[in-house]
């Protein structure tokens, strides 16, 4: 495959409508209503490795941030590397419950199968354990529950196919059924993350046999983070709210000025080519990075549109086209994306690394005591760097750009 540049990604729409999808098929989701956030909500991720990594978790507040800013939405990452539901349930007092979470999202199951052929006691008790989470989070919370089906394990990228993991991915399938009938019978949400990985998979497999976005087999790399963000994104919220961008003119032949922007598209992780061919197969910009073109006062005709530095595009009113960002906002994005990656490790490194070390550690009693203790003062300092950190990208995100543009009509 060659790689395929960052710019090309950002991209603007400037079709009023917007088609719901990515155009490939869709896992079944339970639908309820479209889930629907609040200002100051704050949204609490509990799950293992998977969640500690926190690619998914990046993207899809990435997204949020971008269709909702003016809510100011919170994320606390609650995942522990090599955790199971029972090892959950022995942190949610401190992880979860303390947090005083709108939305908890659960990703549980990839170790509690064993990583063996399937096993009927180890189902047994990741449904036990797990029906404690969902009914302790249903009796202690007012957060909206979404129950999310372990992630695709991908066997060709175990070695010499690995004997011990024969069809764990079918494994982990039946897990996520048990997911989905928890959420039916506690009218939770739930989103299948595991067809959307191995379809996703199948497509890039298509140019490259050799291509992954699980490159251990159990750990969904960036693009992986991507896919899961999408499927997320799309079982869960309504049609994206559409952001203008009005460029003042009316029926001149020619105009110009300057347009003011804020930066309200967060590119995913896009350093890599897998990354980018993942961007265009599920059409992400498009979708989470929302640019609209106001330019229904032209009136009807062809116009020539330029938006600083970038190619001009003609513009035909009614009209379907797309629109190359300028490289200040190109920039813009990269500088925000940079910042976000950077918390992202930070949280990784200095807050759940720290929370993992605890596990396995005395008995379950002593760890729960610890748990409890371990956000108000162990780390207060990891959180006052997050914090600051956290301030600069808001303080990114909320400086306009002033963007020059020309609009040329060209025919009367």
Known sequence: MKPIRRRSFLTATLTLGLLWGSGH?????????PLELKARD???????SITHGGHYLASFQNALWCLMPEKNLSFFNAGVS????AHALERLDAEVIAQKPNVVTIL??????GYQAFNEELLANYRRDMTAIVKRLREETEAKLVLLSP?????QQVPDGGADHLDYNGTLIRYGDVCRQLAEEYKCRFVDLNAPLLQATERLRIRDADATLVPDAVHPAEAGGMVMAHAMLTGLLGPPVKRALKLQASGKSASSGQGEFKLRAISPAWDNETCSVIAADLDWADHWN??????SFLGRGRWKVWLGDA????????????LVLPASLVERAAQVQTLVDRRRRMVWTDIRDEVWKIKGDGTPASRKERYAKIHPQNLKLAWVKIVALNQEIATLLAQPLVVPYRIERLDD
């Open 25 to 33: 098929p869709v896992a079944a989701q339970i639908r309820t209503d």
């Open 42 to 48: 704050r949204i609490v991720f509990l799950g293992d």
């Open 82 to 85: 090599g955790d199971v539901a």
């Open 108 to 113: 549980l199951g990839m170790n509690d199968a």
């Open 151 to 155: 992630t695709y394990f991908d066997q």
């Open 290 to 295: 929302p640019y609209y073109l106001q330019t």
């Open 311 to 322: 190619e001009p595009v003609v513009v035909e009113e009614p009209h379907e086209s797309k």
